[in-house]
Antibody, heavy 118, light 111 residues
Framework: DVQLAESGGGLVQPGGSLRLSCAAS????????MNWVRQAPGKGLEWVAN????????YYLDSVKGRFTISRDNAKSSLYLQMNSLRAEDTAVYYC???????????WGRGTLVTVSS | QSALTQPPSASGSPGQSVTISCTGT?????????VSWYQQHPGKAPKLMIY???KRPSGVPDRFSGSKSGNTASLTVSGLQAEDEANYYC???????????FGGGTKLTVL
């Protein structure tokens, strides 16, 4: 089956860190740009970051630049999001999403919830 | 990195048609044919409904169609059915620097 599965979410205090993972299966992971998209409770989708197939290009939402780092391990078919200096406004379900060449997301995981609270 | 503008809500009766707009700028929606649309039911992951402005992935009913004029893209749902009730989001690339942006979302209610 072609799928993405996120993990690593949980409760963290403001200022803390968390590392999310996304395991890909059923397709050639190294062939695709990959993205993280988040959704705060009751709110809309917000693009967070993406990374090129070879990991040599990364782009970020302004509000997470310098705090979050996206990375990938093509040998393990895995995508990561290292989140540091977390804030209450980072509370959201985080989805990983596969991107096709003309900038659309055709495969999504089920998401992992990150809650930033004291 | 401003979100694309969508109406917060839309509604229609079964069998009717409804159109949801998505307004951006010449740096995103208007500059590229990279608009996509996603359907999201409560508690579920988003699902791709339209890509490249007007193309439908396999398995998406032809009741769903997309178009674009200038800086505004539109999603039309024809022959509304109860299962179409969901939140809908548009997306585009944002400029030439590989950023992406979503609209604020539109809650579609089937009356």
């Amino acid at each position: 089956d072609v799928q993405l599965a996120e993990s690593g979410g949980g409760l963290v205090q403001p200022g803390g860190s968390l590392r999310l993972s996304c395991a890909a299966s059923g397709f050639t992971f190294r062939g695709y740009w990959m993205n993280w998209v988040r959704q705060a409770p009751g709110k809309g989708l917000e693009w967070v970051a993406n990374i090129k197939q070879d990991g040599n290009e990364e782009y970020y939402l302004d509000s997470v630049k310098g705090r979050f780092t996206i990375s990938r391990d093509n040998a393990k078919s895995s995508l990561y999001l290292q989140m540091n200096s977390l804030r209450a406004e980072d509370t959201a379900v985080y989805y990983c999403a596969r991107e096709r060449g003309t900038k659309y997301f055709d495969l999504w995981g089920r998401g992992t919830l990150v809650t930033v609270s004291s | 990195q401003s979100a694309l503008t969508q109406p917060p809500s839309a509604s229609g009766s079964p069998g009717q048609s409804v159109t949801i707009s998505c307004t951006g700028t010449s740096s995103d929606v208007g500059g590229y044919n990279y608009v996509s649309w996603y359907q999201q039911h409560p508690g579920k992951a988003p699902k791709l409904m339209i890509y490249e402005v007007s193309k439908r992935p396999s398995g998406v009913p032809d009741r769903f169609s997309g178009s674009k004029s200038g800086n505004t893209a539109s999603l039309t749902v024809s022959g509304l059915q109860a299962e179409d009730e969901a939140n809908y989001y548009c997306s585009s690339n944002a400029g030439s620097n590989n950023l992406r942006v979503f609209g604020g979302g539109t809650k579609l209610t089937v009356l």
